[in-house]
């Protein structure tokens, strides 16, 4: 009867007697695991067509600048440790502004009329092909990115787009339908 009460004494260990190969104890590898795991939280990328959401690719005042950053950091939830890379066109000037206000970001340039548009889609297929990210937010309202958008999605990535109502282009609304976040209108308010 008194067994029957308190029970087997045989099955009890106590916390000494565990060793490495018992389930119940984490081992160092189980101890990186559980870091690692809250490392690989849900990680955007944002793709940043600056020209195209302050509607002028000659600015070169850092106040304005630095405004539009901020506006797009609260409208698109950017934060400390997210990774963007912005595309500007090579006017040196405005590129050396965007690429000091929108530091520690990747700042991309090419020549051309759509040149900071072809290097920000093709910078976003290779990081899509690398996998280290779990969804995409594209900061322009360009036609141009309308395709990335479908690429992106294709390859089953979800895909946000960000930009000025007035800038925003029919197609690539359509193709976000309700992923869309609107930017303010910075010279309205």
Known sequence: MGSETTGNRS???????????DERTLRPAHIVFLFMTQLTLPRPLHIIDIDN??????????WVIGRWQDTYMCTAGLRPGDHAIVGTGCNG???????????????????????????????????AERGRYTHFVIGSGDHRFADLHDLLSERGYPVTVVSRPRALSHTLRSRAGDRVLYLPDLDLV
């Open 53 to 62: 959401l302050m509607g002028d690719p000659q600015v070169v005042d850092p």
């Open 11 to 21: 099955d009890v260990r106590s916390p000494r007697s565990r060793r490495w190969g």
């Open 93 to 127: 000037k405005h590129a050396f502004a965007v690429q000091s206000k929108w530091n520690p970001f990747r700042v991309v340039r090419r020549p051309g009329p759509d040149g900071a548009d072809e290097a920000l889609i093709e910078a976003a297929m290779t990081e």
